[in-house]
């Protein structure tokens, strides 16, 4: 009897020294890989999340572009100048953040969970399998700006367009550690064209 249960908790040490061995190499050799593509997965999600955000408020009529940027002109109507409203570009950005973070601290890990398929035999199963959790922990900083640019649309006719940059600063919890990265995405906001006054002649050069 003694002999027997001798035997069981040998074998049981052996499979307990088998399972650590194995941890201490996935941890030495894939946490790594796992590190890179949880913080892609979670960079794709909240792109997305921030564009979507954005989006919604377009559709909703929050943000439009004779809000932000007015035009003055001359006597002849001519425009001679763009200016920004600085408070509406601040209430757009408070807005937009205050969105952005309670819709990427909402996700789960069925939302950014790492399939193990990815990690094995990514060309094969990428994307199945039992998911490895991922949970974001905290966003510790979060910013946005409003930017300005202006390109050609045709004769005498410029296209303005507003676009937003936004940089979220998180940290995500992986198999027990945590690592924290930026996530920045670049949207198209708001645009026009402005037409000028159509000159008699049009050149266009190379270069």
């Known amino acids: 009897m003694r002999r027997g249960m001798r035997k069981f908790w040998c074998r049981v040490l052996v499979l307990l020294c088998a399972a650590l ?6 941890r030495s050799k894939l946490y790594p890989v796992v ?30 572009y004779d809000r932000i940027v007015y035009f003055e002109k001359d006597l002849n109507g001519r425009i001679t100048a763009l200016k920004t409203n600085m408070g509406e570009v601040n209430r757009l950005k408070t807005q937009t953040l205050n969105i952005i973070n309670d819709e990427i601290l909402a996700l789960d890990a069925s939302d950014i969970g790492l399939p193990m398929g990815s990690l094995i ?25 409003f930017n300005s640019g202006f390109s050609e649309a045709g004769i005498n006719q410029t296209l303005h367009q507003l676009s937003m940059d936004v940089s979220v600063d998180v940290t995500v919890l ?15 906001v708001a645009e026009t064209i402005i037409v000028g006054e159509v000159p008699n002649t049009f050149l266009q050069t190379g270069g």
């Open 174 to 188: 992986v198999l027990g550690s945590t690592v924290s990265f930026t996530v920045n995405s670049h949207v198209v």
């Open 35 to 64: 590190e890179s593509l949880a913080e892609t997965q979670v960079k794709n999600v909240t792109s997305d999340l921030i564009n979507d955000a954005i989006d919604e408020q377009i559709a909703r009529g929050d943000i439009q």
């Open 121 to 145: 035999l990514p060309e094969l199963f990428s994307g199945k399998g039992p998911a490895i959790p991922v949970r974001i922990l905290s966003i510790r900083n979060s910013d946005a700006s």
């Open 21 to 26: 061995a194995l941890y201490v190499l996935f």
